[in-house]
């Protein structure tokens, strides 16, 4: 068992200010006891990555919805791995073509969470692999 | 840009929903029937659940009787249509007089590509136009800024210019055809580039009717597209106002919208509440500059949500009108009728559509326009089946679109006005949805008006509150949606709209030549004359008006404000 609490980035890319899946993830980790930062609205992917180092997360959680994350993601995975941190586990939640997610997994990232995904799933997710990789 | 340094999280203080309930008092025959008939049924058979509520958590009773409305006068609660307080619709006859428009909102790619969706849906039978613009041209990017990148044309058509917006109008008479535009903190850029088509085109802007959404404080309690402070978003739309009453007097300046305080979560009683509340806001500005309450409230329109709850949506739009009323002539000491009628458009609720099973969306948003229409509406959009997806294709938007030509033509549930009134639980659910909506309009007169209640988060706050609420109530099976937590099965993917980039290709080219070939030194001078503007007090309309004519480009307009106001950060609430 992990004595040390789980860091979560939870983080809003993008232009879109539809934050209510973000929130609610955010709160619902912090509830499951998990350690939540919440980066506000409109983070570039190196306002993210830099985010990610100084608060030593071991999960980063993207909320898309705005069909950005083809841009988006691409570019946030490749700065995690120039800066070393490819080891944290990142997962996306949003509105996500199902046509898109092959090559998003394939890019490393570890989950995609489309709409109606229970919090529970979610946080189970976060649990296992953390047992696992750790 | 939020920084390191600004970032805040706070978690939020529970609330206990509102539960306005009505006092009752049952008759002595009633109190028999509960005796005589349900105890010994209830001894057999107990009810599917111990308490029965709406959507948004309020508390449904099993049976809803005269008991319900002692204190309730059908003179003075109900009325007639067309007449104070107008709980059974704004116009005599309602919809027998007139069907509601019919107003997909559409938006996609570069101009030329909503230009065509446009001119398919008028082709279709479609009434009114309605323009969803991308993330940039909301947030007042130009398609070649780095922020955009990614984001050209996928929610919205992107507006970059006047060239943009001839494109995008191209062929549509703007003289005939009623237009909203959903843009809000851009609102008077993107409404001057409208009346610069409409006078090219040799339309009279005085017949010019139309909505622009321009609804700055919802943006900071919901949809978080704002770029100023507040004190300078509220200047620019009371802007709007004067200009429009001297220049537009058949275009709504605003609409005052509840639709995107419901998306973000929160519950009926919140949303009527905080988009009325929101209104009042805009009045007392308006009143506040000065002008004269019966001469710009008329124009003032209201945009609500059609969610899953039925009866309790209804009740929603019938309170909604009986409270404007009551705040018109009992607060603003308004004379003039056309002030005290709200009228509104509707929306089915997105963020009921489900990405699993989306043909259950089609029979989710064909009752959620059923309950806008017994409500009153004036104009409806309903949502496509793929939208959990995208953006609708041609086909799932025609099914939309034939949703609500069903409805008016074939259920004839448009033949009679407000058919609901007088029943017992849509009357006693009416005056409770009321009760609940002025408890939260008290409290904010109370923190001093919304711009201040904003500032303290606190409406964030009531919907935050109320969307993880919900969630959990989803997450616990608590509440059923059907497809996402029970009669869960596999299926196969939809066919969906998908952008590419060669739109912000495209536009970017677009905006190179744009910018070669216009009067550089005529957009610098009307862009500094607008910074001037800025820095005193005069009305904007006029400046951002001459800006757009020279073909400055929405980025470069924005921008020369926010040198002038500066822009907004939220503390982020979780």
Redesign the interface.
Known sequence: MPTKKIRVL?AKP???????G???I???L?DAGME?????????PE?IA??AI?EDVDVIGLSIL???H???CPQLMALLKAKGMDDVVVLVGG?I???DIPAMKKSGIAEIF???T???DIIEFINKRLAVGT | ????S????E??TPAAPASPVSPRRPSSKEKSWEQDTLKPTLEKSPERRAEFTTISGHPIRRLYTEGDLQDWSPEKDLGSPGEPPYTRGIHSTMHRGRLWTMRQFAGFGAAEDTNARFRYLLAQGQTGLSTAFD??T??G?DSDHA?????VG??GVAISSLADMEVLFDKIPLANVTTSMTINSPAAVIWAMYLAVAEKQGADWKKLSGTLQNDILK?YIA????IYPPEPSMRLVIDTFEFGVKNTPKFNPISISGYHIR???STAIQELAFTLRDGLEYVEWGMRRGMDVDAFIPQLSFFFNAHNDFFEEIAKYRAARRIWHKAMVERYKSKNPRSWALRFHTQTAG?SL???QPYNNVVRTAIQALAAVLGGTQSLHTNSLDE???LPTEFAATLALRTQQIIAHETGVANTVDPLGGSYFVETLTNEVERGAWDYIHKIDAMGGMVTAIERSYPQREI?EA??RY??E??RKDKI?VG??DFVTKES?LE?L??DETVAHRQAERLRKLRAERSQAEVDRRLNSLRTAARGKENLMPFIYDTVKVYATLGEICEAMRDVFGTY??V???
């Open positions: 939870i993008g232009l879109d200010g539809h934050d209510r973000a929130k609610i955010a709160r619902a912090r939540v930062i919440y980066t506000g609205l409109r983070q570039t306002m830099s985010a100084q705005s069909g950005a083809n841009t988006i509105i073509p199902e046509a489309l709409p109606g229970s919090t529970q | 840009m939020t920084d390191k600004k970032v805040q999280t978690i939020a993330l940039p909301l947030m990017y922020l955009s990148e990614g984001e996928k929610c943006e949809q978080k597209e704002y998306e973000a979560g963020c489900t990405a699993r959990a997806w995208a935050a969307s993880y969630q959990m989803v997450d949606v996402v937590n993917p969906i998908q952008i950060e939220e982020a609430i979780t």
